[in-house]
T-cell receptor, first 115, second 114 residues
């Protein structure tokens, strides 16, 4: 089982460049989300989606866009990268059933450096 | 607003010692869920346990145990007879009922030395 797949694993950008972090899951999960992890800050929710065509903002959405055209994919776009977006990004998915609430399956993470 | 506080930033123990990781949460919701996730040095995040707000029974799984006390808004995690493989960052998290938006604490880095 592939689970949640993120690409790329590492990326270096210059300030102002744009890029897309890809996330795909093969578990038919309705819920997908993006978190960023910074030293001493834990994980913070950027954007999330409860199903295809539905997205919403999390705690730190500024500078990021998302879309959810299919159940499987949830890309995260940085339109104009800033050094403050240097972080490790995690994509996660879950099936929001009664017995599985909050049980997120995470990708391996994408380490982004903005110079 | 929901908040999770893990006051211990780093803990270092010697193998076979018992260690408790503290977690204090804040929420106004009556229905919520609490979690612990583990992030080993390899970087992936792994779900360990979920507890709902109506179930204050303690849970034991092998060397791991969890103590949920609503009176003190705490959900502490104890590792008995720690092992080097327990070295990781541990995150406590909270979710309100009906949501899938996890709020994480800042994590506690546990180092178990041989």
């Amino acid at each position: 089982n592939a689970g949640v797949t993120q690409t790329p694993k590492f990326q270096v950008l210059k300030t102002g460049q744009s890029m897309t972090l890809q996330c795909a899951q093969d578990m038919n999960h309705e819920y997908m989300s993006w978190y960023r992890q910074d030293p001493g800050m834990g994980l913070r929710l950027i954007h999330y989606s409860v199903g295809a065509g539905i997205t919403d903002q999390g705690e730190v959405p500024n500078g990021y866009n998302v879309s959810r055209s299919t159940t499987e994919d949830f890309p995260l776009r940085l339109l104009s990268a800033a050094p403050s977006q240097t972080s490790v990004y995690f994509c996660a998915s879950s099936y929001p059933g009664q017995g599985a609430v909050g049980e997120l399956f995470f990708g391996e993470g994408s380490r982004l450096t903005v110079l | 607003a929901q908040k999770v506080t893990q006051a211990q930033t780093e803990i270092s123990v010697v193998e076979k010692e018992d260690v408790t990781l503290d977690c204090v949460y804040e929420t106004r919701d009556t229905t919520y869920y609490l979690f612990w996730y583990k992030q080993p040095p390899s970087g992936e995040l792994v779900f360990l346990i979920r507890r709902n707000s109506f179930d204050e029974q303690n849970e034991i799984s092998g060397r791991y145990s969890w103590n949920f006390q609503k009176s003190t808004s705490s959900f502490n995690f104890t590792i008995t007879a720690s092992q080097v493989v327990d070295s990781a960052v541990y995150f406590c998290a909270l979710i309100r009922g009906g949501s899938e938006k996890l709020v994480f604490g800042k994590g506690t880095k546990l180092t178990v030395n041989p």
